[in-house]
Nanobody, 113 residues
Framework: QVQLVESGGGLVQPGGSLRLSCAAS????????MGWYRQAPGKQREPVAI???????NYADSVKGRFTISRDNAKNTVYLQMNSLKPEDTAVYYC???????WGQGTQVTVSS
């Protein structure tokens, strides 16, 4: 059974940084494209960043230059380094693989002064 567990969220001031982690189990992690997604209140879930098994990356325009996705296949973990955070980055952040599986509980990121 595939399980994805996100962590690392919190409350941060505008301009601050956070590093999210997503630990995966029950799958051959290194074989899958992994992605980070977010859902703000009253909005649909949207993709933020993806990283392929070959570590190629792609980002939503709204986070390019501020967020960095990475993966550690030895630890079955994907990360999202978020810098220069803005209030509009406030959301619950989730990870998932491609093809997707059941969503985890996510981790709340709140950017506020």
């Amino acid at each position: 059974q595939v399980q994805l567990v996100e962590s690392g969220g919190g409350l941060v001031q505008p301009g601050g940084s956070l590093r999210l982690s997503c630990a995966a189990s029950g799958m051959t992690f290194s074989s899958y494209t992994m992605g980070w997604y977010r859902q703000a209140p009253g909005k649909q879930r949207e993709p933020v960043a993806i990283i392929t098994s070959n570590k190629n990356t792609n980002y939503a325009d709204s986070v390019k230059g501020r967020f960095t996705i990475s993966r550690d296949n030895a630890k079955n973990t994907v990360y999202l380094q978020m810098n220069s955070l803005k209030p509009e980055d406030t959301a619950v952040y989730y990870c998932n693989r491609n093809p997707g599986v059941a969503w985890g509980q996510g981790t709340q990121v709140t950017v506020s002064s």
